[in-house]
Every structure is written in structure tokens, then in C-alpha cells.
């Protein structure tokens, strides 16, 4: 078969018309001209999972470039070999390729990832415009490779020194009674590595009866300055809570008497660490006989307040602030204030630090509790790491007392059990001594035991009292929560002893022995809930004996729907309740929650209404407010 020489050119043509865009394609609509030329942004740029910080770059229709490649090498983390070789590559413009990204934050499978080029000198990337990110993958020959020791942040060249806020406030009150408390704390960025910080707390507070008080506390106010990202120096008022938070250190001397002083602090810290804390707080529980609010205090200042059904419950701590002290329960039926109870709480931070950590601080303390004069005081601490265990050892010396609280911690895990142990002893030349005792066990059951007794001299003199003593008491709590038949069962026994007034020989002793267990099921496109629960309780208070026991039983149908950011849950439930042989009483709960949530906002509405055979109706109206600026 033959073609004609003309035939071939007319098919030539042909072939070339395509790639020859016309004349209208490479025209914009008028005031996007600036989408081809380009634009500069200021980007977030990840690599190897790492965020180097907010770079500039310049960024087109088809290609994005970074305009300090060289330093944005050295922000990555990269050896010296690495930056050499990618140098060329960062230079040059890379392909945006945009499609690749997650459109609106939604992981879909395969999204912002793409293979790593094999070549070492090769870098690709992702512009995820929605999000302003730019995601580097250079080949993984220069993944770096992990030495086993602990990693650091690292400051971003492009940080700037800002003023960090925040501000909490909790009102809660009732017939004749009030509770209002504001807490604020805040950070000013100094220099390269350092900021002043403070901490503040309003309270006020009314009984029935009696006139309002109110007291204000400057908690910290102090300036620290970083020795690079281990280590630290602070000088000024200085709280105790830091010891055992991030930004002092893992120590969890919850025995020593660390008050607040004006001096010097000089110390390891953990806040550069880049791993996340775990989270060993000691679990609180309260028994009710009734529906109940219970203010939740430390010291003067209200941590929370949370409205509880009646039986045994669990607080929510996760907004309680690192440290060891002493929180008061005050409990509230029908709006009337029926008794406190003292609970002690502890958390520090669980990351196993495998280093040694250590703390000196000195200066005068003058805490508002304590008559007298301002004292003298001299504190130091230590955390010693040893394989899956740890020791630490706290000193403190203070108007010729001398005290030491010795610590010895082990978290291990024995195939498939977990077992976390901890153990303080102090010992002071006055004759004060105290022993603390904190056991977890996890497999199939959680168990958990809590023991802490302190006696001494000083638990007759209240000259002599610190936050160490926690009033002269023994407390005991153990519990254990397991799976059972679909459901979950949880038994716990408390066991509180402390001395009112030594010299009267008036002592408060309660005993407590709870159980609870809980199934929800779904059931004809519901949400069904059985909850049974048990109690009893025996208390003497200087010689006033009392008991409290109770059975309970509560059912509950939910429907939870959802669309589009919207949730909208009903609820309504049945309990019934006998206490103290007394005659049964019912009551209907019925509820409604409405909740909308997009990016960083949140809105939502409760509202819940009880209604009991005796007559006696409870309402609640509880709202949410979330927004980038705060939350209430």
C-alpha cells in the first residue's frame, strides 16, 4: 500500500494542530493574571513527619518554590550530607501537584502521601493550599535514623515572641450560698529562650448566713530563661505545681513539703521533649445518695463543677492541673450544702524521661495559711532512671527542719499485663513520717489500690503545718473494674481516718464499699443503658456515728443523629432508687443535647428535666461556646 507524499503532510498537520493551544486558552479573566505570574505565601513545611515551621514561598498555577532552601534544609533536622545533596532540588521549582493533598482535612485513603524517589538527590512535594502546607519528600535514604535516646524539639527560626493567655472562670451557688472563682496565667516571650509568666486567682465565696469573702493570690510571677532544651533557670515567685508538669520535670514528690516561695529555681526540664505524656492521674470517686452538684476545690480555688446522678461516679479530672494536693468535695442536694469531703489528688507526667532529672530552689516562703514570719527555705530533688524503674529523692530544710521524701516508681509490662507501682517515704527530724503507696495492675481488670498515712508531732501543732501533711489522716481506696457479660462491673472500698482536734481527741473516720454495673446495647436502631448500683457507707463524726446504704437502678434509651456537623441527641430514662430501707422512689429523666461543630468552633445546648414520684422536679439548662479566642 502506497501513501501520497501529499497525503502524509495533511496527516502531519493534523498531528501538530493539538499542541498549539488557541489564542483564548492563554488568556485569564481579567484580575487572575496574578494566579499565572505567581504570589508569595508564608507556608507550613513538613518533612519525615517533622514541621519545620512557616517558611515563604513563592507559588504558581503549576509549581511552587521556597525561597531560603538552605536554611530550610538546616530547620528539617537533615545531616550535612543531606542538605549538600538536596540543595539542587529545594532550588529549583517543584510540581504542586495539589490533587495529591486531602481535600478539607478528610484522610482519604492515599491522600498526602506519595512514594519517596529513589533517587538521593530527587525531592517531590505536596501544596496543600486549603491548609497552607508544603509536604517534602526526599528520598528516605535520608530518613533519620533513630538512636533510641529521647528527641527534642527544636525552635523554628521563624518563632516570634508572643503573649500567650488564658482565663477560666467557674460560678456555682444556691440558696444563699456562692462559689466564683477566676483563675488566669499567661507567658510574654523575652529574647531568644526566655519569657516572664504568672499566674493569678480570684476567689470569692458566701455561705448562708454569713457575709461574702473574697482573696486574690499571685500563684507565680516570675521570669525563666531555657539553658538550651534541657535545662532551665527561673527566678521570682515560684508555684510547686511545675515539679510535676512538663515544665519542671516528671519528680511527683507529692510528700515534701514544696511550697510557694520568692527565690530561685535551677532544674532539668521536660518541655522540649517531643513525645506525649502519659496521662497516670489518681482516679477520684464520690458516692451520692442523691442527684447532686458537686463543687470540686483546691484550697480556696474551684477547679469544676459537675452535676451528678445519684450513686458512685468517677470526676473527670483531665482538667485538673498537674501536681499533688489536697481537693475538698463540696456536695450539694436540692441546691443546700450537705457536707465535704477531702480526696487526695495526684498527677505527674509518665514518659519515662530516660535521664536523670534534677532540681535546686531556694529563697523565702510566706504562704497566707501559715502564722509567723517569712522563712528561709532550701529544696532540692533528683529522678534517677534504672531500667523499667526509677528512684527519686527530694530534700527540704526550713527553720532547722530538715526533710526527706525518698520515691521508688516501676512501670513494666509482663507480657500482657501492665503493672505501674509507686512509693514514697518521708521522714523529717521534727518526728513527722509519712508513707504513700500507689499500685495499678491492667489486663483483663484494672485494679487499683491508693494508700497514704501520715503521723507526727506535727499533727498537733498548727504552726507546723505544711501541704505535706494532708491533715494528719489515713486514706485507703482500692477498686477493680472488668468486663462482664457484655457489660462492665466496677467494685471499689474506701477507707478515710483524720484527726479534727488532737487535744478534744475528736476524729472523723468514714468507710465506704461500692459497686456498680453497666451494659448498653443497641436495640431497634436505639441505644439502650442498664446501669445497677450499690452502696454502703458507715461514718463517724467526733462521735456523731451515721449509715448510708442504697440500692439503685437506672434504664436509659438514647438516639444519637448526626449530619453534616450536627449532632442531636435525645435521651430518657427511668431510675429507681431505695435508701436506707426506705420506700422506693422512681423518677423519669428526659434530655435533649444539640451540638454543631466546624474547624475550631463549637456551639451547644442541653437541656434536662427530672421529675420524681415525690414531686420534687430538677431542671437543667447548660450551654457551650467554643471559638478560637476561648471556650465557656
Known amino acids: 500500500m502506497r501513501i501520497s507524499p501529499s497525503l502524509l503532510g495533511l496527516l502531519g498537520l493534523t498531528l501538530l494542530l493539538p499542541t498549539s493551544p488557541p489564542a483564548c486558552a492563554q488568556r485569564l479573566p481579567p484580575g487572575f493574571e496574578d494566579l499565572a505570574d505567581g504570589h508569595a505565601e508564608r507556608v507550613e513545611v513538613r518533612a519525615f513527619g517533622r514541621s519545620a515551621g512557616l517558611w515563604p514561598v513563592w507559588v504558581t498555577l503549576e509549581h511552587v518554590q521556597v525561597e531560603q532552601p538552605a536554611r530550610l534544609l538546616a530547620a528539617l533536622g537533615l545531616t550535612d550530607e543531606a542538605q549538600a545533596a538536596l540543595l539542587p532540588a529545594l532550588t529549583a521549582p517543584l510540581p504542586r501537584d495539589s490533587h495529591l493533598a486531602c481535600l478539607h482535612a478528610q484522610p482519604q485513603p492515599g491522600c498526602g502521601w506519595r512514594a519517596a524517589p529513589e533517587d538521593p538527590a530527587v525531592m517531590t512535594a505536596i501544596f496543600d493550599e486549603a491548609e497552607s502546607v508544603l509536604l517534602l519528600f526526599p528520598a528516605s535514604h535520608w530518613l533519620p535514623a533513630s538512636d533510641g535516646r529521647a528527641r527534642f524539639h527544636q525552635v523554628s527560626e521563624q518563632a516570634r515572641n508572643a503573649l500567650v493567655h488564658q482565663q477560666v472562670m467557674h460560678l456555682s451557688g444556691g440558696d444563699g450560698e456562692l462559689a466564683f472563682n477566676l ?10 529562650a526566655g519569657h516572664l509568666g504568672g499566674s493569678w486567682n480570684h476567689a470569692r465565696w458566701r455561705a448562708p448566713g454569713m457575709a461574702a469573702q473574697a482573696r486574690t493570690d499571685i500563684d507565680e510571677l516570675y521570669y525563666r530563661h531555657d539553658l538550651g532544651t534541657q535545662h532551665y533557670l527561673q527566678g521570682g515567685r515560684i508555684d510547686r505545681r511545675n515539679l510535676s508538669s ?3 520535670g516528671q519528680f511527683g514528690l507529692s510528700l515534701l513539703p514544696l511550697t510557694r516561695l520568692q527565690g530561685v529555681r535551677v532544674g532539668t ?4 521533649l517531643d513525645t506525649e505524656a502519659l496521662d497516670d492521674a489518681l482516679p477520684v470517686h464520690v458516692l451520692l445518695g442523691r442527684d447532686a452538684r458537686v463543687d470540686v476545690f483546691d484550697g480556696e480555688r474551684l477547679l469544676q463543677t459537675f452535676y451528678l446522678p445519684a450513686g458512685a461516679s468517677q470526676l473527670d479530672t483531665r482538667l485538673f492541673p498537674s501536681g499533688s494536693y489536697l481537693l475538698t468535695l463540696r456536695i450539694h442536694e436540692d441546691g443546700r450544702f450537705v457536707r465535704s469531703e477531702s480526696v487526695p489528688f495526684q498527677r505527674s507526667i509518665g514518659s519515662g524521661y530516660p535521664a536523670l532529672q534534677w532540681f535546686v530552689q531556694g529563697g523565702r516562703q510566706n504562704e497566707h495559711d501559715r502564722p509567723g514570719p517569712s522563712s528561709t527555705v532550701l ?4 529522678r534517677l532512671p534504672i531500667g523499667a524503674a526509677s528512684v527519686g529523692l527530694g530534700v527540704s530544710h526550713s527553720e532547722g527542719v530538715g526533710t526527706q521524701e525518698l520515691r521508688v516508681g516501676l512501670r513494666r509490662a509482663l507480657g500482657p499485663v501492665d503493672v505501674h507501682a509507686d512509693m514514697g517515704l518521708l521522714v ?3 518526728g513527722q513520717r509519712g508513707e504513700q ?4 495492675v491492667r489486663h483483663l481488670a484494672a485494679w487499683n489500690i491508693y494508700r497514704q498515712r501520715y503521723r507526727g508531732d506535727a499533727c498537733a501543732n498548727p504552726l507546723l503545718h505544711s501541704d505535706a501533711q494532708q491533715g494528719c489522716a489515713e486514706a485507703l481506696s482500692a477498686s477493680v473494674s472488668l468486663p462482664l457479660l457484655g457489660g462492665n462491673l466496677h467494685v471499689a472500698h474506701t477507707r478515710r481516718h483524720s484527726a479534727l482536734d488532737r487535744a478534744a481527741r475528736l476524729q472523723a473516720a ?3 464499699l461500692q459497686g456498680s454495673y453497666t451494659r448498653t446495647r443497641p436495640w431497634r436502631g436505639l441505644s439502650a443503658g ?5 452502696w454502703q457507707q458507715r461514718s463517724d463524726h467526733a462521735g456523731s456515728p451515721s449509715h448510708d446504704r442504697g440500692l439503685q437502678l437506672a434504664l436509659t434509651l438514647s438516639r444519637l443523629a448526626r449530619a453534616e456537623g450536627r449532632v442531636h441527641l435525645q435521651r430518657a430514662g427511668v431510675e429507681v432508687r431505695q435508701r436506707n430501707g426506705q420506700a422506693a422512689d422512681a423518677q423519669l429523666r428526659l434530655g435533649q443535647t444539640w451540638r454543631q461543630a466546624q474547624d475550631e468552633s463549637a456551639q451547644g445546648l442541653t437541656t434536662e428535666l427530672a421529675v420524681q414520684r415525690s414531686r420534687h422536679t430538677d431542671a437543667l439548662l447548660a450551654g457551650e461556646l467554643r471559638r478560637p479566642w476561648g471556650q465557656g
Not at 483563675?183 to 531568644?192: F, Y
Not at 503507696?437 to 495499678?440: A, D, G, K, N, R
Open 246 to 248: 512538663p515544665l519542671g
Open 510 to 512: 468514714t468507710r465506704t
Open 437 to 440: 503507696l500507689q499500685l495499678s
Open 183 to 192: 483563675h488566669g496565667r499567661a507567658a510574654l516571650g523575652v529574647g531568644q
Open 530 to 534: 442498664t446501669r445497677l448500683s450499690v
Open 379 to 382: 529544696q532540692a530533688g533528683m
Open 269 to 272: 526540664t521536660l518541655a522540649y
Open 428 to 430: 523529717a527530724s521534727d
